[in-house]
Nanobody, 116 residues
Framework: QVHLAESGGAVVQAGGSLALSCAAS????????MFWYRQAPEKQREYVAA???????NYADSVKGRFAISRDSGWNTLTLQMNSLKPEDTGIYYC??????????WGQGTQVTVSV
């Protein structure tokens, strides 16, 4: 089992910055990839960013150059640094962990609201 808990969501003005954290516990050494997703009101959950066990990162086009995903060496903390926030970045942000035994785990999410 892997348990994920997001934190750091807040209301922020457009153009501002915010850092989200995802605390992972349990069998974290079996994690191979971690991700951030988000879900805006009345929209489907969408991919935001990913990081592999080697530290290779990938971003959705909509956040490239503004967001940065990072993790500590033990997969205990996943971070999403968000800069130059836009109102369309509003949503619930979820972290996800993929494991080497094929199961996927999700956190409960943290709300980010970007006001104009």
């Amino acid at each position: 089992q892997v348990h994920l808990a997001e934190s750091g969501g807040a209301v922020v003005q457009a153009g501002g910055s915010l850092a989200l954290s995802c605390a992972a516990s349990g069998r974290t050494l079996n994690i191979t990839h971690m991700f951030w997703y988000r879900q805006a009101p009345e929209k489907q959950r969408e991919y935001v960013a990913a990081i592999t066990w080697r530290g290779v990162t990938n971003y959705a086009d909509s956040v490239k150059g503004r967001f940065a995903i990072s993790r500590d060496s033990g997969w205990n903390t996943l971070t999403l640094q968000m800069n130059s926030l836009k109102p369309e970045d509003t949503g619930i942000y979820y972290c996800r962990a993929d494991t080497n035994w094929g199961l996927v785990y999700w956190g409960q999410g943290t709300q980010v609201t970007v006001s104009v």
